[in-house]
Nanobody, 122 residues
Framework: QAQLVESGGGSVQVGGSLTLSCDAS????????MAWFRQAPGKEREAVAL????????HVVDSVKGRFTVSLDSAKDIVYLQMASLKPEDTAMYFC???????????????WGQGTQVTVSS
């Protein structure tokens, strides 16, 4: 069964960095976009960054622009989310997702990972 597997979450202090990885093998060839979403307790799931599977189209939401970078290693079918200058408000469960079109709506993505927790403490 096709699945996405995230890794790299953890606890970090304010201003620190983390890199999340998403193994997309088995899924990436049937979709056009890979995305990272996050969901904090009591809040809706929100898009953080998207990248086309060809790598030519990248979108990063304003709240993390300049701090987060999304990239795709096509040889390994791994999508990365490099996070720097982390803030307490970045604390959330981070999910990898895959879908066929560019969208920031979770409902438009048919494949999801189980999520990896990121906690930023002051």
């Amino acid at each position: 069964q096709a699945q996405l597997v995230e890794s790299g979450g953890g606890s970090v202090q304010v201003g620190g960095s983390l890199t999340l990885s998403c193994d997309a093998s088995g899924v990436i060839y049937s979709v056009n976009y890979m995305a990272w979403f996050r969901q904090a307790p009591g809040k809706e799931r929100e898009a953080v960054a998207l990248i086309s599977t060809g790598g030519g189209h990248i979108h990063v939401v304003d709240s993390v622009k300049g701090r987060f970078t999304v990239s795709l290693d096509s040889a390994k079918d791994i999508v990365y989310l490099q996070m720097a200058s982390l803030k307490p408000e970045d604390t959330a469960m981070y999910f990898c997702a895959a879908g066929r079109s560019f969208s920031i709506r979770p409902a438009d993505f048919g494949y999801w990972g189980q999520g990896t927790q990121v906690t930023v403490s002051s």
